[in-house]
């Protein structure tokens, strides 16, 4: 089972990329090349504990269905969401977040299995593990720069 685990530096406040991490728009605008569309529960605002959302994108050059669940939830600190439907056998994404001298870290770690035994396996060795990390990379660096420039401003709303 692939791990991955990453560690992003933002300086801006917990709350905003706790936030824009939960968000439906901020998620499609990060996923723009693999031109993911929330199709089913929550498809837009903020994904909450207990929420679903299904994604329906294009990887690898083939058409899918994704759908997750968050599963966890502590507001500003964690959530957790785990896939209820797709083409893993398991997935499963943590979100961890802390703030200290003005930065805020986030924390992604991802735990997959892919389909087909051995070949899945395989697949993973030669690309799909590279693939999901970068997909992670690209969306943290959205998250990073809406976060740090005070785009969020045009995505979240606070009273």
């Known amino acids: 089972m692939p791990t991955i685990v990453l560690f992003t530096k933002i300086k ?18 990060s996923t723009e090349s693999t031109n993911e569309k929330a199709i089913a529960g929550r498809t837009t605002g903020l994904i909450k504990l207990n929420e679903t959302v299904t994604w329906r994108a294009k990887h690898l050059g083939v058409y899918q269905n994704f759908t997750s ?20 056998d398991s997935f ?11 930065t805020t870290t986030l924390v992604d770690v991802l735990y997959y299995t892919s389909p087909l ?3 899945g396996k395989l697949v993973d060795f ?15 660096r959205t998250i ?3 976060a740090e420039t005070g785009e969020w401003r045009n995505i979240l709303t606070y009273n």
């Open 12 to 29: 801006a406040a917990k709350k905003i990329v706790f936030d824009l991490s939960r968000s439906i728009e901020l998620h499609k605008i």
């Open 69 to 88: 669940k968050v599963t966890g939830c502590k507001e500003g600190e964690f959530f957790a969401d785990k896939m209820v439907a797709g083409a893993f």
């Open 92 to 102: 499963t994404h943590e979100h961890y977040f802390s703030h200290q001298n003005n």
């Open 117 to 119: 035994g051995f070949l």
């Open 126 to 140: 030669l690309f799909l593990e590279k693939y999901m990390t970068n997909f992670l990379k690209l969306r943290n």
């Open 144 to 146: 990073k720069n809406y």
